[in-house]
């Protein structure tokens, strides 16, 4: 069992930065593929980023391509999403996942664990 949990979400005008973190506990995080995806209020929860486990691929959804990096310290068992440029459309709730199939790194049906998501709001 993984269990996740997510920071570092808030208020930030456009143009902005934040980073996010996803902490997990009770596994070693380094077995899994880990993912960023995030739900805007009535839409579907969309792909942001991934990266494997051992850190040496990354992948990303074309919306946030060139200003989002996804990173992983799997000595902290812990993920980052560095967000920068942010933009009122990037507001959503933020969810990191883990999974074991690299494949399947946008599908959100191919993780197992799911951290109960933080809060961005970006303001124009």
């Known amino acids: 069992q993984v269990q996740l949990v997510e920071s570092g979400g808030g208020l930030v005008q456009a143009g902005g930065s934040l980073r996010l973190s996803c902490a997990a506990s009770g596994h070693i995080l380094s077995s899994y593929n880990m993912g960023w995806f995030r739900q805007a209020p009535g839409k579907v929860r969309e792909f942001v980023a991934a990266?494997?486990?051992?850190?040496?691929?990354?992948a990303y959804a074309d919306s946030v391509k060139g200003r989002f990096t996804v990173s992983r310290d799997n000595a902290k068992n812990t993920v980052y999403l560095q967000m920068d440029t942010l933009k009122p459309g990037d507001t959503a709730v933020y969810y990191c996942a883990a999974g074991r199939y690299w494949s399947g790194h946008s599908d959100a049906n191919y993780y197992n664990y799911w951290g109960q998501g933080t809060q961005v709001t970006v303001s124009s």
């Open positions: 990266i494997t486990w051992s850190g040496d691929s990354t």
